[in-house]
């Protein structure tokens, strides 16, 4: 069975950096786009970006492009979501979820837990 | 960029057909996938490339996408189809993904 797990809940304060991750297992990492997908309290899904493991191909929503960074390690099966600074606006639940095929057109087909980012003072 | 409209919420009595839609400019030119989330939980993917089911997706479920208008249909609702119901597609043009508004189903 395919899984993904991704690190636990942080709580960070304005300005601080943090890198989550998503480890996955029992499929061909390289070989499906990977992505992430945020979730602020009581809003909807909102698509931030995937990223092609095999040659680190990588797609953003415009309107977080700058603000977060997305990688991949080849060697680990493991994607990440990374901020240089973040912002109580940041503060969400952020889902990792590999897509179904080899193209961006396709489907979220499985989904990690979520990780819970809660940035305060 | 490209913008999916969702109603906010649908109810609909048990055994009863609860259609779900999902308004886009000219979103037949375009791939369209559901996913139903309850509460406290991953998002779950139930229909993929406009009409087809993962498995273990019971055939209550099905999709269809013409004109500006893709529709989630479930019928013979169940309690346990209770959940929020987000639309999402591929935009080439802004080679980005976008989500619906998402809709929440309730049980009358």
């Known amino acids: 069975e395919v899984q993904l797990v991704q690190s636990g809940a942080e709580v960070r304060e304005p300005g601080e950096s943090l890198k989550i991750s998503c480890k996955t297992s029992?499929?061909?990492?390289?070989?499906?786009?990977i992505g992430w997908v945020r979730q602020k309290p009581g809003k909807g899904l909102e698509w931030m970006g995937i990223?092609?493991?095999?040659?680190?191909?990588?797609r953003y929503s415009p309107s977080l492009q700058g603000q977060v960074t997305i990688s991949a390690d080849k060697s680990i099966s493991t994607a990440y979501l990374q901020w240089g600074s973040l912002q109580a606006s940041d503060t969400a639940m952020y889902y990792c979820?590999?897509?179904?095929?080899?193209?961006?057109?396709?489907?979220?087909?499985?989904w990690g837990q979520g990780t819970m980012v809660t940035v305060s003072s | 960029s490209y913008v999916l409209t969702q109603s906010p919420s649908v109810s609909v009595a048990p055994g009863q057909t609860a259609r779900i839609t999902c308004g886009g400019d000219?979103?037949?030119?375009?791939?369209v996938h559901w996913y139903q989330q309850k509460p406290g939980q991953a998002p779950v993917l139930v229909v993929y490339?406009?009409?087809n089911r993962p498995s273990g997706i019971p055939d209550r479920f099905s999709g269809s996408n013409s004109g500006n208008t893709a529709t989630l249909t479930i019928s013979r609702v169940e309690a346990g189809d209770e959940a929020d119901y987000y639309c999402?597609?591929?935009?080439?043009?802004?080679?980005?993904?976008?989500f619906g508004t998402g809709t929440m189903v309730s049980l009358l």
């Open positions: 999402q597609v591929w935009d080439s043009t802004s080679d980005q993904g976008v």
């Open positions: 000219n979103i037949a030119m375009k791939t």
């Open positions: 490339d406009d009409r």
């Open positions: 029992r499929y061909s990492f390289n070989s499906y786009w």
């Open positions: 979820a590999r897509l179904r095929g080899s193209y961006p057109v396709s489907a979220f087909e499985i």
């Open positions: 990223i092609y493991p095999d040659d680190s191909d990588t």
